[in-house]
């Protein structure tokens, strides 16, 4: 039986990490119902790096607090998301080093670079080189193009988050009809939405602070927050349209075929590109992406993992 440590992606900072870790786990059942697939989880690694190195506690590039997720056995190891950028290699990369050295193989599972830039790229490319990438599913083209050839098996995919659907059914809430507005970064539109609208705001980024002043939300209702995955696929999955300017909430709007728009023009809205929307349409409208192509590109991904989890 081939085992799968599918190392979560600490979304106690950020839950749109949690989005990615029950997609990522989706596809990877799908492509092998009879795998032994387990959970470890980055967050210790990423506290010891970020909390307690910055406060000059501890050297940040030497790992120091016990580590789980090298020690338990597996085939294969399954990281998702931003894990192609200089931060995911200053936090994980000697961690991962030891997971190579005990005879795990690396997959890569819709992953992305945040920066998207030549700095980035050749640091990135660098460590990957060296450390030895089994299999990469690029979440965009970009990514693809640009690392493609530093895996033994590469593949042009698609984010993870797209697998939410096949991962969680949303239950059904005892509320209104309602829209969604999901705003961290910037301050939510006082046009967006007629009177007597119900909105509900639920926010991705709340640890370690919550930065509900400066977005304004502190003074509207109905501002939602929770540790919980299942808690947000609950109110994505249930509401009428969805407005962000976080792109794994739209995400998971196309996901559970609710309209979405974004409002930012972050270079990681490429993702949507494989599935026909460019950044510019889902920008500047409410957008549901086919249903059809959707399901063809989860396929052939689904079709991709299996050959990698049977043939590894």
């Known amino acids: 039986m081939t085992t799968v440590n599918i190392v979560l992606g600490n979304h106690v900072t950020n839950i749109g ?23 470890t989880s980055s967050f210790p690694r990423w506290y010891e790096h970020t909390q307690m190195g910055r406060k000059g506690l501890l050297k940040k590039s030497e790992p120091n607090f016990f580590s789980i997720v090298y020690r338990l056995q597996a085939d294969f190891a399954v990281f998702s998301g931003m894990v192609i950028t200089t931060g995911f290699v200053d936090r994980y990369g000697e961690i991962i080093r030891k997971m190579r050295a005990n005879g795990t193989k690396i997959i890569l599972n819709g992953a992305g670079p945040v920066r998207y830039t030549d700095e980035e790229t050749d640091r990135c490319r660098a460590y990957w080189s060296d450390v030895g990438l089994h299999a990469l599913v690029s979440r965009d083209t970009y990514t693809y193009e640009r690392y493609s050839d530093l895996a033994e098996l590469p593949f042009d995919g698609i984010d993870c988050g797209f697998f939410l659907s096949d991962g969680y059914s949303p239950r059904k809430l005892d509320a209104p009809a309602y829209d969604v507005a999901a705003f961290d970064g910037i301050k939510e539109s006082g046009d967006l939405y007629s009177e007597g609208r119900t909105v509900v705001r639920p926010h991705h980024k709340i640890f370690p602070s919550l930065n509900l002043r400066d977005s304004g939300a502190a003074f509207k209702p109905n501002v939602f927050i929770s540790e919980q995955v299942a808690d947000y696929l609950n109110i994505y999955g249930n509401a009428t349209t969805v407005r962000t300017d976080r792109v794994h909430a739209c995400v998971a709007a ?46 052939a991904q689904v079709a991709f993992l299996e050959s990698v989890l049977k043939d590894g």
């Open 17 to 39: 990490n949690g989005f990615l870790d029950v997609g990522s786990k989706a596809s990877i059942q799908l492509a092998d119902p009879e795998a032994d697939v387990f959970n």
């Open 254 to 299: 196309v996901s559970y075929d609710v309209p979405c728009q974004l409002y930012s023009d972050t270079k990681r809205g490429f993702l949507f590109e494989k599935l026909g929307i460019s950044r510019e349409q889902l920008q500047s409208e409410l957008t549901r992406i086919d249903r059809q192509k959707l399901q063809d590109a989860k396929g």
